[in-house]
């Protein structure tokens, strides 16, 4: 990760990439769905960092294909769509969001996966950087086309049957990064309340300080993940509504050294709604 100084001190840099990330989800009732997906690209074309580019999670680097929300795309389509917004071997990427730092370790998680280790989120986001008083630019602004090879990660991204299977398995901790309510079975918003078999809870807002919006401090984190059982040996797989808010506890666990982590893409947009998928409540 990096700081909203050390962004500011390098934006001259010809060789850095800084996008906006941001996505708004819309809680709606009585629709049949959990929410309506926005894309934050108003809000950028408004104010954002200066030199940055912006980001559809959603709309650009989702597979159109998949019956959920942010599907991850298979490596070499999400690697040209990439490069086609400007990101390249070579290139040092910056990733911010706004109002959830989420949105940003999304996706660096992606990148992740296809093989592109130069990347950092933005501590703080958006809200810390103009908090601050630092320069804001508006419009939209866009870095020509490069050229990026994937070279994918497998295993970084599971399915529901790896899920399925690690029910009950001692070396396996399975988190979910959802509020409590929703843990717990008292929010039925993804449909069949209640969290997978075994799964333990470090909802996101846990593992971020609601002022500053920046990540708690690496003691705190690592206090969270050891209360729940989470430690090193095992391998953790994170998952949550829609496989956005896990990759903040998976990026998180990864700034702590944690090297064997998956993250469940499809979550309970899918668990909740297969009848033939275990689920527990209280």
């Not at 990330?21 to 690209?41: D, F």
């Not at 630019?137 to 970084?156: D, I, M, N, S």
């Not at 396996?172 to 843990?183: E, K, W």
């Not at 500053?212 to 994170?238: H, N, W």
Request: proline share 7%; glycine share 10%.
């Amino acid at each position: 990760m990096v700081s909203a100084q050390w962004l500011e001190e390098h934006l001259a840099d010809p060789m850095l990439r800084v996008f906006d990330c941001t996505t708004y989800l819309i809680y709606e009732t009585g629709t049949g769905r959990p929410y309506r997906v926005e894309s934050g690209r108003r809000d950028y074309e408004a104010a954002h960092i200066p030199g940055s580019g912006f980001l559809d999670l959603q709309g650009e680097l989702s597979d159109p294909s998949s019956p959920f929300n942010f599907t991850m795309p298979p490596a070499d389509d999400l690697a040209a769509r990439l490069a086609a917004k400007g990101i390249g071997d070579g290139h040092r990427v910056v990733l911010y969001a706004r109002k959830n730092m989420q949105w940003a370790t999304r996706v660096w998680w992606m990148l992740r996966a296809i093989g592109f280790d130069d990347a950092a989120v933005l501590d703080g986001g958006f809200d810390k950087w103009q908090a601050e008083g630092r320069a804001v630019a508006a419009g939209t602004e866009v870095y020509p086309p490069a050229t990026l090879l994937a070279r994918p990660r497998p295993g970084l991204f599971v399915g529901k049957a790896e899920v399925q299977a690690a029910i009950g398995d001692g070396t396996i901790c399975t988190i979910n990064a959802l509020a409590p309510d929703l843990h717990s079975g008292n929010n039925p918003r993804y449909g069949r309340p209640g969290r997978i078999p075994g799964s333990v809870n470090v909802p996101v807002a846990s593992v971020v300080d609601p002022q500053s919006m920046r990540f708690r401090s690496p003691e705190d984190v690592a206090a969270t993940f050891a209360a729940v059982g989470a430690d090193r040996s095992k391998r953790i797989i994170l998952y949550c509504g829609g496989g956005i808010a896990a990759t903040l506890d998976a990026f998180l666990l990864h700034q702590l050294g944690y090297a064997d982590l998956a993250v469940y893409d499809a979550s309970m947009s899918e668990w909740a709604k297969d009848d033939a998928l275990p689920m527990e409540r209280g």
